[in-house]
Nanobody, 120 residues
Framework: QVQLVESRGGLVQAGGSLTLSCAAS????????MGWYRQAPGKQRELVAE???????NYADSMKGRFTLSRDNAKNTVYLQMSNLKPEDTAVYYC??????????????WGKGTLVTVSS
């Protein structure tokens, strides 16, 4: 009932910038948390950044100072602005949201993932 649609990733050179977006649609009563995770080859999925309940932001230490999370509540959309990208940022990036839907409580939803490749 809820879909998270991510923008396309792409190929960027080290030191470059890229912005990802994620739009939630469907029968949404409220969104408690929303943000981004990533999974690099051979590694576990990890948090990149998220809005927590109450509107606070939570960044992974390795992303602080380089990545910025923003949102447009009217569009149920979050944006991940990435700068000074490094080869180790290469990963599949997944949008995630905990969504409360009418009559059915709340649950985690995931986007399909979008690939970001950073070349050296």
């Amino acid at each position: 009932q809820v879909q998270l649609v991510e923008s396309r990733g792409g190929l960027v050179q080290a030191g470059g910038s890229l912005t990802l977006s994620c739009a939630a649609s469907g029968s949404i009563f409220s969104i408690n948390t929303m943000g981004w995770y990533r999974q690099a080859p051979g590694k576990q999925r990890e948090l990149v950044a998220e809005f927590t309940s109450g509107g606070r932001t939570n960044y992974a230490d390795s992303m602080k100072g380089r990545f910025t999370l923003s949102r447009d509540n009217a569009k149920n959309t979050v944006y991940l602005q990435m700068s000074n990208l490094k080869p180790e940022d290469t990963a599949v990036y997944y949008c995630n949201a905990f969504v409360v839907v009418p009559f059915n409580g709340g649950k985690d939803y995931w986007g399909k993932g979008t690939l970001v490749t950073v070349s050296s």
